[in-house]
């Protein structure tokens, strides 16, 4: 392999493959990205055998070929290399990679691109274009409620089901529920109900970044794998087997009592109470009490430690039905308040022991569609 490409071109390449490269390997070689020229182009591929990346990078082929390098190496070497050309040179059987650029002259061990595993290419099955800045949203909206422990594997992930023209997220840990909508140019093919990996999706939002150009999404027809696919990368993933919880009756259809505030308001104060709500195993107390006489309502906020003390915070709300109380983990409370923005937020609750439901609402508190956010309460003595 003998290959030329832009310092700046590559470097960029192995940072958006790197996302995939496992941690701890369990086999060497998925510690190494893969290099190997393809269609006058230089591809790059890493995988931890869940979730597979691909990049293309523009670069002058004079002889093709292929070769693995450790990928934390190559990549802190790259970044560090001066905005020039970068001459890539390895021997037909692969084990040394050879690297030029301007006045550095360096060589890395490198290991049999045979070994490399094959990462799938999904050309068949039912695919959906999104555009990437509405896909974007929906996942930094849900991702985050997924559980992290594998107890039950279904709830690592994210349960992707359509509706023709519509596409529902929703993840859940068995403490909260977060639902969001995606509407679709058109709909599928047929219908789609999988369960993608919450790891997956972070990675596929941060690597999508600002970038307008559409993403496609495909599923293989024994789906078992899901391709996502844009500007000259691709990412593939193992799907999660099993059925996901019917989450619908999660969400209460009446409440007794209805709050809106601002978010940002809402936002700050949670922050303050979760500093001393840290030392007094994470509880904020909320209380909402209606307005009288044409006054606004009152949202407090509270937190208290018995060895560090305590915090109250007072907004001015709009308060619907009877006044109630209900405490919340800080960190469930602060994770679902920061994927809001700014604006007007809604919640609704039937009793301080049952579910609380946030939902973002217009200024006129018209509940905006799309998304709805499900916390179960903490039990407190008052």
């Not at 970044?209 to 844009?230: A, H, K, T, Y």
Request: net charge negative.
């Amino acid at each position: 392999m003998k290959v030329q490409v832009l310092q700046e071109n590559l470097q960029r390449g192995l940072a958006i493959v790197g996302r995939a490269v496992a941690t701890r390997a369990t086999i060497p070689i998925i510690s190494n990205v893969l290099l190997q020229t393809e269609e006058g182009k230089l591809r790059l591929a890493a995988t931890d055998l869940d979730i597979s990346i691909v990049a293309w990078v523009g670069a002058k082929v004079d002889e093709p070929g292929a070769t693995t390098v450790p990928a934390r190496l190559i990549n802190d070497f790259v970044a560090n290399l001066p905005a020039a050309t970068v001459s890539l040179e390895a021997p037909a059987s692969g084990r040394q990679l050879r690297i030029e650029c301007a006045r550095n002259d360096s060589t890395i061990n490198a290991m049999d691109p045979a070994d490399f595993p094959r990462i799938a290419e999904i050309r068949d099955g039912v695919a959906v274009k999104f555009d990437p800045k509405a896909l974007k949203r929906a996942i930094e909206r849900v991702e985050f409620a997924a559980a992290t422990d594998d107890s039950r594997p279904v709830l690592t992930g994210v349960h992707l089901k359509s509706d023709g023209p519509r596409l529902t997220l929703a993840a859940a840990d068995g403490f909260r529920l977060a639902v969001a909508d995606i509407q679709l140019e058109e709909s599928p093919a047929e219908a789609i109900e999988v369960i993608v990996p919450a790891r997956a999706l972070r990675e596929l939002s941060r690597l999508i970044g600002d970038s307008n150009l559409p993403v496609e999404m495909r599923i293989n027809p024994q789906r078992s794998q899901v391709l996502f696919e844009w500007d000259e990368v691709q990412m593939v993933a193992q799907l999660i087997q099993g059925t996901f919880p019917n989450y619908n009756q999660l969400i209460p259809a009446q409440f007794n009592t209805r709050m809106i505030v601002d978010v940002d308001e809402f936002k700050r104060e949670a922050r303050i109470a979760a500093i001393f709500a840290r030392d007094g195993s994470g509880i904020i107390r909320l209380i909402m009490t209606p307005g009288e006489g044409g006054m606004p309502g009152q949202l407090t906020i509270s937190a208290r430690a018995d060895e560090v003390g305590g915090n109250e915070g007072k907004l001015d709300a709009l308060v619907e039905g009877d006044a109630s109380r209900i405490a919340f983990n800080s960190r469930y409370l602060q994770d679902v308040l920061n994927v809001l923005g700014s604006g007007r937020v809604a919640l609704e609750m039937t009793s301080p022991s049952a579910q609380g439901v946030f939902r973002p609402v217009d200024e006129n508190g018209v509940p905006e569609p799309g998304y709805v956010h499900v916390v179960m309460p903490m039990f407190v003595q008052w």
